[in-house]
C-alpha cells in the first residue's frame, strides 16, 4: 500500500521568511496531492492540492511543487507569519488518502 | 448548509463498553470516510463508504465496524471499546467526482 513520509517533523522560522515541507510517497498509481493545515483542536483545513497532471500550483504566499519521477512533493510558504503557526500534513491519494506524519511549524515574531 | 457534523463531540468509555459515532453531511456526497489521529500521527484511514449501502476497509479497520444505511450518514462503531481506541475521530465526506474532502469536527474519545 502507499506510504508517506513528511519532514522535518518540527519547523521553526522567523516570520518573514520561508518555510519548505517536504513529502515522499511510495505509490506510483497516487495522483492526488493535497495539504493541511491543523490547527489545535481543529479539523483539518485543506490550503491547497495539486493533481499529479501538474508540476506545481501557487496560491498567494502557498505553493506546492511535484516531482512524479521522484514520487516527492513540497509545500512552500513564503513570507510567513505567526498566524501561519500549525501542524502541517501532507497526504498522497489513489482512491483514499494516505497522510505523513505532520509538520509543526511555528513563527517566530 | 451545516456542511459535516459529529456526534458525539466528546465520549469517556471503559473498557467493554460499545457505542456508536454519527456522522452526517448534508451535500449529497456520494464518498464518507472515518479517520483515526493519535497524538504525533497524522490521520488514518478506519473504513470508508463510496455510496449507500456499501462500505470498505482502510488502514486500521480491526476493533471497528461502520453502516451507511442512508446516503447522508456514516455510522461508526466500537463492539468492545479498548484504551487503544482512545483517539481523536474525524469523519469526512466528498463527491465522486471532486478529490476534496470535507472534514467533520472531530469526536474525542477515551477508552479508560
Known amino acids: 500500500g502507499e506510504n508517506v513520509e513528511q519532514h522535518p517533523s518540527t519547523l521553526s522560522v522567523q516570520e518573514g521568511d520561508s518555510a519548505v515541507i517536504k513529502c515522499t510517497y511510495s505509490d506510483s498509481a497516487s495522483n492526488y496531492f493535497p495539504w493541511y493545515k491543523q490547527e489545535l483542536g481543529k479539523r483539518p483545513q485543506l490550503i491547497i492540492d495539486?493533481?499529479?497532471?501538474?508540476g506545481e500550483k501557487k496560491d498567494q504566499r502557498i505553493a506546492v511543487t511535484l516531482n512524479k519521477t521522484a514520487k516527492h512533493f513540497s509545500l512552500h510558504i513564503t513570507e510567513t507569519q505567526p498566524e501561519d503557526s500549525a501542524v502541517y500534513f501532507c497526504?498522497?491519494?489513489?482512491?483514499?488518502?494516505?497522510f505523513g506524519a505532520g509538520t509543526r511549524l511555528t513563527v517566530k515574531p | 448548509n451545516a456542511g459535516v457534523t459529529q456526534t458525539p463531540k466528546f465520549r469517556v468509555l471503559k473498557t467493554g463498553q460499545s457505542m456508536t459515532l454519527l456522522c452526517a453531511q448534508d451535500m449529497n456526497h456520494e464518498y464518507m470516510y472515518w479517520y483515526r489521529q493519535d497524538p504525533g500521527m497524522g490521520l488514518r484511514l478506519i473504513h470508508y463508504s463510496v455510496g449507500e449501502g456499501t462500505t470498505a476497509k482502510g488502514e486500521v479497520p480491526d476493533g471497528y465496524n461502520v453502516s451507511r444505511l442512508k446516503k447522508q450518514n456514516f455510522l461508526l462503531g466500537l463492539e468492545s471499546a479498548a484504551p487503544s481506541q482512545t483517539s481523536v475521530y474525524f469523519c469526512a465526506s466528498r463527491t465522486g467526482t471532486r478529490y476534496e474532502q470535507y472534514f467533520g469536527p472531530g469526536t474525542r474519545l477515551t477508552v479508560t
Open positions: 497526504a498522497a491519494s489513489t482512491f483514499t488518502e494516505r
Open positions: 495539486i493533481r499529479s497532471n501538474v
